[in-house]
């Protein structure tokens, strides 16, 4: 297993989802129209957006504790077994925190 790899595309990928974290949260953030019609909408957007945020978030949260996993060596164990997670599942889900046996 290539952990500086899988590392870096840890980073990356955190990096991405906080940009886009930052991006809906300036929307968020934005004044809605005095149209009745537009802020509704827009107040469906909001909703929207607070769910694809939520998502996010959880996601940063995931992807720090992998890269904390990665720093104090527990990485690619199985959280429920303690088996080792197969190379090929960290590669396709470096986040993942278990094996694909206790994943079913």
Do not use: F, W
Request: glycine content about 2%; overall charge negative; charged content about 25%.
């Amino acid at each position: 297993m290539n952990l500086p790899q899988i590392e870096q595309q840890l980073r990356s990928q955190l990096d991405v989802l906080q940009q886009r974290l930052q991006k809906i949260t300036s929307d968020l953030t934005q004044p809605h129209s005095a149209d009745s019609e537009e802020q509704a909408q827009e107040r469906e957007n909001d909703e929207v957006l607070e769910r694809i945020a939520q998502e996010t978030r959880e996601s940063i949260s995931h992807i720090n504790a992998a890269l904390a996993r990665i720093a104090d060596g527990s990485y690619g164990v199985c959280e429920a077994c303690g088996d080792n997670i197969a190379p090929a599942r960290l590669m396709a889900i470096p986040e993942a925190t278990l094996c694909v046996k206790c994943a079913s």
